[in-house]
Structure formats: C-alpha cells, structure tokens
C-alpha cells in the first residue's frame, strides 16, 4: 500500500473539515472504549492478565529464533509447508506460486493486515486471479475501489450506513437497501456464493502456536472458518512476531484479546487450525504458511521493540484523543493510532512517516489499556528523538527546538528570558486576558484562544512566597 | 510481478536471511542450546495464565454465558428425545418475513446422530456434511466451555465443520458430563482422547455476528443466524 503518511497534516485538517466523516465518528465514538471498560471489569485481575499477556509476547520475542524454528518443525510434522517472506514483494509472489501450483482460479480471503502492507490482493487480480475480501468491513472497502481501512478491527467504522447502501446499490446493481440488516443480508448472500466456488482461502494469523504448528484465527462473523474449512488450499499469512509458546499461552491472550477489542469476553469463532484434512474428511488439502520479516527484525532490533508484542485489538486508537477526532486515513498506511504512529515509520521509513509519531499529546491513554502493556508514548517519544537527529522535520522547527535547548541549559538566561516574554505575553492578552493570536503558534491559536499569563514567571511567585515566609504550595 | 516459478524452491536461502536477522537483531549467535532448553521446560510445563474464579455449577454457567452470547439452552434427561425437541424449536423460531424461509423440518446432521428417529418427530435429517443451500444443522459437540458458553468442535470425517457454519440453524447436542471449565481443560481432553492435532478446532461462542456497519450488531453476518444448544443429562 502506498505510503501517504507524510502528509498527516494536511488530511487530518481534511478530516476535521469533512461534515460527514465527523458525524460518523461521532456515531461509534466511545461505544469501544465503554464495552471494553465493562469487560475489563468483569475480569476480578485483569492487571494479572495484562501482565501475563505482556510476559508470553516479549518470551518468544526474547528468543524469537528459537520459537520459529520449533512452531516450523511442529507445523512441518502436521502435514503444512512453511514458507519464509523477506519483503512484502516476497509474499505475493509466494501466494501468486502456491495459486499456480494448485490450479486455482478464485480465492476467498479473510482478514490480514500484512497482506495489506504488500497490496496482495490488486497482486492477484493483476496475475489475472480473482480475489474476495470476506470480512464484511473489509468487503466493503474492496467493492469501493479498494479503499485503505481506518480501524483494526472495524475498517469501515468511518462509514456510515446509507454510505454502505449507495456502494451496494451501485456495484450489486440492485434495489437500493435502507436498513443495516437488509444490507449485511444482502452481502452474506453474494460472499456465501464465493465460498463455495473458491479454490483457495487466505488468512492471516491471530496466533501461531509453536507447540503444535497450529494459527489461530479469531473472527465474530465465522468468516475465517468458511474461508479456511471450505477450499482445497490454504494460505495463513502472519509476521513472524505472531507466535506463542503454547495452546495455554494462546488461551491467556484469546481472555485479553477481545475483552480489549470490542469488551467480548471471548470472540464469536476461534478456529485452532493445523495442517490438512484427515482421512475421509473434506476441506483443506494443502496448507501453507508464509511468515513474514518486511521489517519485524528492525524493530526487533531497534530501541521501539517492544511494540512487536501488539496483538492488534485496537485499544490504542479506540482511547486516542487524536484517532477519535480524525479517524484512521490520516495516519496514511495500514495501521493507524498509537500503534500505527510506531509500526509505520518503522516498515515504512521514518522519512516517509515522521509526523504521525509527532501527532499525539503523549497523554498515555494509549499505554494504560495496551493489553500487552506497549509502553506506546515512551516509544513515540524515541521516534521523535530520531526525527530531530535525522533532520527529517522542517528546518524551522528543529531551530526552535535548539534555541528552546540552548536557553533552557542555562538557568539565568532562562529565568531572564521567561520574565520577559511572560510580561510581553500579559500586555498582549489585553484586557480580555486572552490570548487569540499568536504569530509563532499561529496553528496553536488558530482552534482556541491562550490564556494569557498574569505577568510573573512560577520561579517569581515560588520565591515571593518563600520570602513572605509562607509555605511553598 | 516478477518471480512466478522459484519461489517457493529458493524459500531455503529467504528463511536463512529471516533467521540471520533475527538472531543479529537480538544479539546471538548460532549456538542457542540453552534458550532452546528453556523453551523445552516451557512447552513441558504449558503454565497457566490468570483465570476467572469460577463459582457455580458448570452446566448452570454454561447455559447462562451462553444465552448471554445469544444462543440458547435446553436440558433434556435422554438423547431419544432429542428429534421431538428439535421439531418443538423450529415450530418456536419467530423469523423476520425475510427469514420466513429458515424455517424449515428438514436439514442435515452428524452420523453419530444419524440413527435418532427424525421422521418420528416429523423432520427429515440426512446424515451427511452440509452443503451451501441446507437450512438446518444438527451437530454433535467434542465438549463445552463453562467459562465462557462456548461450544467446542472437533472436525472430523464424521465431524465435518461445515454442519455447524453453513446452515441458518445450527442444534448442537452436548452432553452435560461434557462441559468444562476454560480452554485450557478442552486442550486437556484433546490431548487425553486424541493421538494428533486435528486439522479443526472450533470454539463456537454463538450465532455469527458483525457490528461493521456503525458498530450495530447483525446476527447471521456469514453463519448461522442462531445456535441451540440441547445439553442431554
């Protein structure tokens, strides 16, 4: 997928002026972050559960080499191929090998985020194969010329129903549907024809689970189970940061998972799958995995590690002040929020995406319902850092920041410096004591007033205090 | 696109790259026998993370947790009065006019449950995997969650998985001594009763469901519109 996070800016001002899109956000905003309160309620230790969560994710990590090769071997002895991916290049060319090989024509597809960082699916329709996104948010989004997803889970959620009936209407070419029901209806019966006409399903991986060679595949429409149970050929696409020990290690996660994600306390379809068929059994005849690197071991290797844990449930963005006045386009790539405002300048180049790191308040809502506990502010705080050294923000800014680090080193000139511009300040508040422009925060400004200074610095009144014999408050 | 033939032949020297990465990116060497042997304790030991603290009897928690998820639950003492009752829950559906079709006295089920006297009960069942057009699956369960009113399903030649995902309806008969406390003890029973993975595993928590559009919930997104559960004693 193009990467178009650079211009982060100039689409969220686009976002923040679009009537409709703000609606919509309205309309879902809060409902994930209510629903995952009442969960983590629910749960007498869900701090024990995040720890524990957070402990089985940076095991493997620690030892990431070791855990590959033992969920190989184990995936290797149930009857599955396990197949490497270097760059995103690598998997389609893999999956486009794997059609070829097995004779196949349609393949149906049920949700995988990496195989959105590689465009898979315009690959396959460029090999002249034919391809279906079965997640119903994620069908949505093909059928309107592939549209990017702006939520994990929900990569429709910035749509609005009558939005969704318009497509319908129009690529469907049928009657035009009012309600929500009528029109998931509608999409069950055009995806229920693909299943049972495909030759091969592609899935992405909750899980891997080392001990047996099993994915783990977590859906509440029961797409995932169709899309993998119904063709001869199965394709299972994940990072290779996805595995876990064992079947319990991959229970304690399938707690926190969907609790954090939509406040389920367990999802609809949890399909434990490995290797093909057995004797007189239908369904899968070949199975593969392709697990993916396309920028895992540079993470791995860098200072922001610890955001491989991610198990993808969203919190981040559903608690983000910032993702819940935009939505997810601006961020410009696959993953959006908090996570996204890591994971994309990390697989797509922090040249190409350094704003999005840039784009929070670090208020850290983000890092107290990670159920993995990525410490995700600390970890955007570190990007910003390697912004500055790498010079990739405009000239301007870094100069402001050097002048704001020269005088802050030097405690008189910033004592001086601060009477002065506090004073300057209260004369510009005016009577009002309000400031409503400001020439160098003139973005700041341009959204709500500052209130102006009442003329003396903190260190002044400190020491006025102490000097009346008062006790510092 | 280049590549095409190859790929997958050549996969030997990307995996060695892969793995040359991730152990430079973590620092090693080749010469991993001690994190290999803390792995091994790992998978010998398989600890358990923090659970829920059950309280009450499982059957009761079962069926409650699963009402909750919108299945529903009835108890019956003998598996003989399973077909009657099924017969008695599809005379109960109360559909929406454009489901009216669903309801419906004739579907599939599993072999096991092939010898019960359907035509008794007025339905007619065959005793073979379903197919995209069968309205009504009947299917046994390899145990059930407690914690969570889950339904497990082990696929099988004579469990095959399509009987619970493609029909509208989908009964499943359980029975009671069959409900267990979490995941973890369903992975306990499969170890104890099966010799190898299955190719299938699914935990079934309901009807299958989409909240895609404006987060509104829809029952029957790609599976079943609802799920019964008939826990025989």
Known sequence: MRVASIEFKARAGEKLADATLQRNLVRVKGKFAAKRAAAMAGFHDFEGLREAGREIRQRTLDDLDVWLGIFERSATAGGATVLWARTPDDINRLVLEIAFRHGVRKIVKSKSMVSEESSLDRAIEAAGLEVIETDLGEYILQINGYEPPSHLVGPALHKSKEEVADLFHRRHKTARKEGIEDLCLEARAVLREHYLTADMGISGGNFFVAETGSVVLVTNEGNATLATGLPRVHVAISGIEKIVPTLEDAATLLRLLPRSATGQPISNYVDVLTGVRGEGEGGVEHMYYILVDAGRTDVLASEVREALRCIRCGACMNHCPVYQSIGGHPYGWVYPGPIGSILTPMYAGLENAHPLPAASTLCNQCGVVCPVKIPLPDLQRKLRERTFERRLAPWSERAALRLWSWVAARPALYGASMRVVARLLRIWGGRERRIRRLPPGGGWTAGRDLPAPDGRTFREQYAARRRAGGKPR | ?233
């Open chain 2, 1 to 233: 696109m280049s590549g095409g033939p190859g790929a997958i032949e050549s996969n030997a020297a990307v995996r060695a790259a892969v793995m040359a990465r991730v152990r430079s990116a973590l620092g090693v060497s080749d010469d991993r026998a001690a994190a290999q042997s803390a792995a091994a304790s790992r998978l010998a030991a398989r600890p358990f993370g923090p659970r829920p603290l059950p309280a009450g009897d499982p059957i009761e928690r079962f069926a409650a947790r699963a009402l909750e998820l919108s299945s529903t639950v009835e108890r019956l003492a003998r598996v003989e009065q399973v077909p009657s009752a099924v017969a008695r829950y599809l005379e109960s559906l109360d559909l929406a006019p454009a489901l009216a079709a669903q309801r419906t006295r004739r579907g599939v089920c599993w072999p096991e449950l092939g010898t019960l006297d359907w035509t008794g009960a007025g339905l007619e069942i065959e005793p073979r995997p379903a197919r995209g057009d069968d309205r009504l699956g009947v299917t046994g369960a390899f145990c059930a969650i407690a914690e969570t009113g889950t339904l497990v399903l082990v696929t099988g030649a004579a469990t095959p998985s399509s009987t619970m995902i493609l029909p509208d309806t989908h009964i499943a008969v359980l029975r009671a001594d069959r409900i267990v406390e979490g995941m973890e003890e369903a992975y306990a029973l499969l170890r104890d009763e099966r010799a190898t993975m299955p190719r299938g595993i699914h935990f079934v928590s309901g009807p299958s469901r989409t909240g895609d559009i404006e987060q509104t919930i829809v029952l029957g997104a790609h599976g079943p519109f609802r799920v019964h559960v008939v826990v025989v004693d």
